[in-house]
């Protein structure tokens, strides 16, 4: 034998045994068999006494055999499948209605199983962490195939963890179908878990919840009064905790009010993101946005761009003749909306509240709300256009199309070698433009270097929105940009509230973020005498819920890791394509990770 070889001892069956089949010690083995991917192995159950799973007699008087097949864990990346010989036993016990049963065999496989113990644990874990289909595709791979349902079927009839009550709770809101259908998650930030999920959002269910696990301490939750109110009634001695993130939105809502009620004066800045292969803004949108007729416009597409070129503008912001499809759907809603607003509008200058308005024409009352608090017809919102794939090599095509290079497939070949990684199309397109503008200026092709498609666009102006505007007041005055700044002196001498507002809203941003509570009184006194009723009213809500408020500005606990938990669940309901219900969405977000 060489000086380096090792004499290996074969393998004992009683090794074996300990290595492949379940940890009991009543299981001989019998045999290995291995057919290509699949081992079986024939094993024998040695119990020595065996109990009637009736009536718990003793029992031993043997009745037949037979063996059970069920799956197990893979053996060396191959499927494996257990034959266990279990015996049928006579209940000896008069008394007992069974007259004969199937020894159990407990630790490795239940009764009517088709899998053992230990393979369904590792099965149901894939079901709660990959649900259904991903989890079956995984398991494939791991020589545990096992459909869908059945994993979905385990997780769901998996125990969970007994509900320990938390000192701190965060409480919270999530969507099972947004605007429609909400839940309540449950989460505990000194362990940073979630520790149960409720089915809906009302105050009953958490005060019943609480009455059920007495002993939380701290309740940290958003400014809703459902949840003042559960908190209230279930734990009446917990200190409730207002949500910092909250505070701060609640106030931007309140400021985004006040300048949607006077959003005809918000001033605008210049557009400096570009969108190449677009055609320029109409002058006469320019100037009917300026004149403030229109807030926005819709951006015409590049399909269109020949149909539009000769349009005539409307101070609506869509051409009056030669509109394309997308245009005249564009039209159309704009009108239903225009007829919308002004019958709101006519109903509410008759006294008709917010709710019957709403009820009559079967819109929400939200938004009965918005067209009310805007004074005027709200335009939708400009799309923010993000700077093109094409800015980068403008310059070169310029300097080509002044060298008398107007072939857009010749261009393209040129800027891909460059490293260009978009559309041939978009550049046929950019050549195109330049070429019908020139031969409509002088009747052929020119040869002088066409106007940059920044240069183009960066005249055209865009009105703020009131959400953006809203910012400019929250935000420390050093992160603004110049141009922000210059928007938000616009803005201070065109509103008179706007200066009130931004001082207020900039000394609340302060007291949150250095959580000086002390300040808190004071502040909702100036708020609730200024000259800015948003700010007046968000003040009242905040001396209704004072106690939450200054303890949310001095205790360090917040619905952060409550908000993160919710991005946690969102993620698997999503990836269930809704095909699970409440308990099993509930099983999977319990489950431990």
Request: charged content about 25%; hydrophobic content about 40%.
């Amino acid at each position: 034998m060489p000086a380096n070889a090792v004499d290996h001892a074969p393998i004992s069956a009683s090794v074996l045994a300990t290595l492949l089949l379940p940890e009991v010690d009543y299981l001989r083995l019998d045999q290995i068999v291995i057919n290509g991917q699949d081992v079986t192995i024939t094993a024998t159950s040695c119990q020595t006494i065996v109990y009637c799973p009736i009536c718990g007699h003793a029992a031993g008087r043997e009745h037949s055999r037979y063996t059970r097949r069920p799956g197990d864990l893979p053996c060396v990346g191959r499927r494996m499948r257990l034959e266990l010989n279990v015996r049928r036993i006579f209940c000896d016990n008069d008394a007992c209605q069974q007259r004969t049963f199937v020894e159990r065999l407990p630790g490795v496989v239940k009764s009517f199983a088709r899998r053992t113990e230990r393979l369904a644990a590792i099965q149901c874990q894939i079901g709660l962490a990959l649900g259904g289909e991903a989890g079956a595709r995984s398991a494939v791979w791991l020589a545990m195939p096992v459909s869908a349902d059945t994993l979905l079927r385990l997780a769901d009839h998996t125990e969970l963890r007994e509900v320990t009550t938390p000192r701190v709770l965060g409480v919270d809101d999530w969507a099972w179908k947004k605007g429609q259908t909400y839940g309540t998650i449950l989460v505990d930030l000194e362990a940073r878990c979630v520790i149960d999920l409720l089915p809906d959002r009302s105050a009953d269910t958490l005060a019943n919840w609480l009455q059920a696990h007495p002993g939380v301490e701290i309740i940290s939750r958003d400014r809703g009064g459902i949840y003042a109110e559960g908190a209230r009634r279930g734990a009446p001695d917990a200190v409730q905790v207002a949500d910092r993130w909250h505070l701060l939105t609640n106030l931007r809502e309140a400021l985004e009010r006040l300048l949607t009620r006077k959003h005809a004066d918000l001033p605008s800045l210049p557009r400096r993101d570009n969108c190449v292969g677009k055609p320029a803004v109409p002058p006469a949108l320019e100037v009917a946005e300026a004149r403030g007729e229109v807030a926005c416009a819709a951006e015409p597409t590049v399909g269109a761009e020949i149909a539009q070129s000769d349009a005539v503008w409307t101070p609506s912001g869509l051409p009056a003749a030669g509109m394309s499809k997308d245009q005249l759907v564009r039209k159309y809603r704009r009108d239903r909306r225009l007829t919308h607003y002004e019958e709101v509008v006519r109903l509410h200058d008759q006294g008709v509240s917010v709710r019957q308005i709403a009820h009559q024409m079967g819109i929400g009352r939200q938004t009965v709300r918005r067209y009310l608090h805007h004074g005027a017809f709200p335009e939708i919102a400009q799309r923010r256009q993000m700077p093109g794939i094409l800015d980068r090599f403008e310059p070169y095509l310029l300097d080509r199309w002044q060298a008398g290079c107007h072939n857009g497939l010749q261009l393209y070949r040129e800027i891909h070698a460059q490293g260009y990684t978009g559309s041939r199309p978009r550049v046929s397109a950019w050549v195109a433009k330049w070429r019908r503008d020139d031969t409509k200026t002088s009747g052929s092709v020119s040869k002088a270097s066409p106007k940059p498609l920044s240069t183009e666009r960066s005249s055209h102006r865009r009105r703020l929105s009131p959400s953006q505007a809203a910012w400019l007041l929250v935000k420390p005055r050093a992160d603004l940009t110049a141009e922000e700044q210059e928007a938000l002196a616009k803005m201070q001498k065109a509103i008179a509230e706007v200066e009130t507002a931004h001082t207020l809203a900039q000394d609340f941003v302060r007291m949150v973020r250095e959580r000086t509570a002390e300040a808190l009184t004071e502040w909702i006194e100036r708020a609730a005498t200024s000259c800015v009723a948003e700010l007046g009213s968000f003040a009242t809500g905040l001396q209704r819920d004072l106690a939450a408020v200054t303890a949310g500005l001095s205790l360090p606990w917040s619905n952060g890791q409550v908000e993160g938990q919710i991005n946690r669940l969102k993620l698997i309901k999503r990836t269930m394509y809704g095909r699970a219900n409440f308990g099993l969405l509930r099983h999977r977000v319990l489950a431990p990770t």
